[in-house]
């Protein structure tokens, strides 16, 4: 199903100049294209973004480098957006740490130095972690437990505990932390859309957990609302809802190949592990364990609503 154009955002008290970190990978487009004409943007991703709108300035460089600070220096920052995130569980774990960590340490750091009024961080509702005692839809409160099953996901655990302690460190700071749960679309290429692209996808016998999905044109528009002024707080944003995993295949016509658990995922890691898949054998608990979240309160305090359909965000993943 075609993606049907996204509506311009008119949103009173929109920041000025507006940092997004990590604007060359999908979202940070999808993102790009829905703040185009709304704010002044600035680009910062050590990829190149040859298809950029003219009047988007962007700076091709590393976090971690000192040459970062020059943007802020350059002009007024009034709002920064990070999504300069990877995650991509090939790559080995200390450059992980170091790119995702260090880099956001260095990028807020520098939102303290320059007087940055508006801060979201981009996490995910992954860092709860699918557990088989975890119970229905998970508050904000609720413990970061995905790092005891789940090792590639400990760097995101302690960026976004990073972000929650730089949120009561810098009061002056409207900070927003955001824990989407699983973004699919026609661009993404995370774990999620990955494996319901598959033509014969596995599932483990006896399990058809719950999933949560969120269109990547809705999570760009939640990222939006969050530079709402006033809005600072840790927030799970969902989409139209939740659906067994079974529904989801059959919505998208695969046929899945129901393996037994403990088979399951020796069989994936040597499929990971000789490239003939790229969905971590590590993910297999999303196939097997609930991981729900209540996203009550950001529907609360931004007026938060999804704008695509269940069956819209299921399909949007072929495009």
Known sequence: MPSRPTAPVRFPGMPGRVVITGIA????????RLLHGEARLVGLDRRPFPERPKDVEHHQLDLRKRKAEE??????????????????????????????????????????????????VLSSADVYGPLPDNSNFLTEEMPLMAADRY??????????????????KH???????????HIVGPTVRNAPSNYLRLERPVTVMGFDPMVQLIHEDDACRAMTLALRPGLRGVYNVTGPGEVPLS?????????AIPVPHFLARPLLRRAFEARLTSFPPEELD????????????????????????????????MG
């Open 151 to 168: 090792s590639d996901v400990r760097d995101l655990i302690e960026l976004d505990m990073y972000a929650q302690s730089f949120m009561w």
């Open 247 to 255: 529904a989801v295949l059959r919505e998208l016509g695969r046929r």
């Open 171 to 181: 009061p002056e700071i409207e900070t927003v932390l955001l824990r989407p749960v």
């Open 71 to 120: 943007v802020f220096r350059r002009a007024p920052v009034d709002a920064l957006i990070h999504l300069g995130i990877m995650h991509d569980p090939r790559m080995p774990f200390s450059e992980a740490h170091s790119f995702n960590v260090v880099g956001t340490q260095k990028i807020l750091e520098l939102c303290v130095q320059h007087g940055v009024r508006k801060v979201v």
């Open 25 to 32: 990978g999908n979202l940070g487009k999808a993102l790009a």
């Open 286 to 317: 999303h196939l097997q364990y609930l991981c729900a979240v209540d996203g009550s309160r950001f529907a609360r305090d931004a007026g938060w609503a999804p704008t695509r359909s269940m069956r819209e965000t299921i399909r949007g993943v």
